[in-house]
């Protein structure tokens, strides 16, 4: 454990006990982040670990009824309960965190969410580790479908090593679903290891590329931006430390998918969404400008079909060719991106 995942547990173990505490905004969530589904639940949480939890988004994606959910960084498990619900009781939700006393709140509240949830058996786990070595925690190979974390990635001094675990731990077609604090440049050490500015999601936030690059060697040619929205310190103290940069909330989503490829191919696909998620009855939005409308065909590249075809996904949607006549470079243009903001997509769609 580095000197800055002790820091990290002294910051959110004992300085701050109340996301009203925190000297920032942002790990915190705007409440448009949620879903309907996703709101639904909120209510059933209990008000301690609500209180106690930080996250600057809401990365639980739909479709997860009997799937296996990994939290990283859950904190006091606000989003693994999220999902344990939304899971049902033949899912699993688990949790990992480093910080005693907000694992101490996750387990605190075990039997009486499994009891508001209405199930017959508990299906959360809470692990006390680092994120960056799931091994360490019993977390094997391609045992999880769905790997979610909320404003926690940017903690860590090994980022790397967290991306590389993630994409281990998944089964192929799984998906990885996180929000998260970026930055447009690369953050001087100085400020890095500053304990406040770390401890407020700001000074390890990764710059956008490094992200990118980082997502490719591991094994992600092509990952979604699902949105994208500015964030600032309102706090002058911060700003004068760290107001050159210019940071950004992001969700993210990838799924481990052999053969994608790094730019968009048109393979003369289409796909077709039929309205079976829950909450999305007239069209679903797979990227922040990919909204497939119900009934509606719609010409895809290569990447997004194989997205489609090859997760949980395929039991919504109906992709139509495959990849035998390859019709050049896919015209993925209209991509939406905030005013100024670096695109940071894994290829162009």
Not at 251 to 273: H, M, N, P, S, W
Request: aromatic fraction near 10%.
């Amino acid at each position: 454990m580095s000197e800055i995942h002790e820091s990290l547990q002294t910051y959110y173990g004992k300085t701050i006990h109340d996301a009203n505490v925190m000297k920032t905004r942002a790990c915190m969530c705007t409440p448009d982040a949620h879903s309907d589904e996703v709101r639904a639940v909120i209510p059933l949480i209990a008000n301690k670990i609500l209180s106690r939890f930080y996250g600057c988004g809401s990365p639980i994606p739909p479709l997860l009824e009997n799937k296996t959910i990994l939290d990283l960084g859950c904190g006091t498990g606000r989003d693994v309960y999220i999902a344990a619900k939304l899971a049902g009781e033949n899912g699993l939700a688990i949790g990992v965190d480093m910080t005693d006393e907000q694992l101490a709140v996750a387990r605190e509240f075990e039997e009486e969410q499994r009891t508001r949830f209405g199930f017959k058996k508990s299906n959360v786990l809470f692990h006390k580790g680092l994120i960056e070595d799931l091994a360490a925690i019993g977390i094997g190979d391609e045992t999880v479908d769905v790997v979610i974390s909320n404003c926690v990635i940017n903690l860590s001094p090994h980022k790397e090593a967290v991306f590389r675990d993630i994409y281990r731990v998944l089964k192929p077609g799984g998906e990885f679903f996180f929000s998260d604090v970026f930055a447009d440049r690369r953050i001087p050490e100085t400020l890095s290891i500053d304990p406040v500015l770390r401890g407020e999601c700001l000074s390890g936030a990764i710059y956008v590329e490094d992200f990118r690059r980082i997502m490719q060697r591991v094994g992600w040619a092509d990952f979604r931006t699902m949105s994208v929205r500015a964030i600032t310190p309102d706090n002058d103290e911060i700003e004068k430390k760290i107001g050159f940069v210019q940071f950004s909330e992001r969700t993210i989503r990838a799924f481990k998918i052999d053969g994608l490829e790094d730019i968009c191919e048109d393979y003369g696909q289409v796909a077709y969404y039929n309205g079976g998620i829950a909450g999305y009855p007239h069209y679903f939005d797979l990227d922040d400008h990919h909204r497939f409308y119900t009934g509606k065909p719609m010409l895809v590249c290569g990447n997004t079909a194989a997205m489609l075809e090859q997760t949980r996904f395929a039991k919504v949607f109906r992709v139509v060719g495959d990849r035998t006549t390859h019709y050049g470079a896919f015209d993925c243009s209209g991509g939406s991106c905030s005013e100024g903001e670096p695109a940071m997509e894994g290829s162009c769609c």
